[in-house]
């Protein structure tokens, strides 16, 4: 079975960095998306920022934009997500997803949802202290 395994999540104080890795056990033709969604305590899962890949698109959430950088490295099956000028807001457990999607043209608020990704990873921790 095909896995999503992240890593990279850790505590860090607020204007800090880190960058979050996902492993693909294997890509398959269901996987022409991926994505990192994070889920804060009490709050609802939301997109931080996907990637598909028949043209490249990217769509960030509008409160990571600028700080927030996806990319992929096909031949290791990773992504990656690079975190800047973290706040404390961005406290969350962040998780990657792939998808069956090659391409998205709804604009951020509906190429960031769920429901455009069936693959999940079981989640890494990102904690910033004020």
């Known amino acids: 079975q095909v896995q999503l395994v992240e890593s990279g999540g850790g505590s860090v104080q607020a204007g800090g960095s880190l960058r979050l890795s996902c492993v693909a056990s294997r890509y398959t033709a269901s996987d022409n998306s991926m994505g990192w969604f994070r889920q804060a305590p009490g709050k609802q899962r939301e997109g931080v920022a996907v990637?598909?890949?028949?043209?490249?698109?990217?769509y960030y959430a509008d409160s990571v934009k600028g700080r927030f950088t996806i990319s992929q490295d096909n031949a290791k099956n990773t992504i990656y997500l690079q975190m800047r000028s973290l706040k404390p807001e961005d406290t969350a457990m962040y998780y990657c997803?792939?998808?069956?999607?090659?391409?998205?043209?709804?604009?951020?608020?509906?190429?960031?949802?769920?429901?455009?990704?069936?693959?999940w990873g079981q989640g890494t921790q990102v904690t910033v202290s004020a």
């Open positions: 997803a792939t998808g069956p999607y090659r391409d998205c043209r709804g604009g951020g608020g509906a190429c960031l949802k769920e429901v455009m990704f069936g693959r």
């Open positions: 990637i598909y890949n028949g043209y490249g698109r990217t």
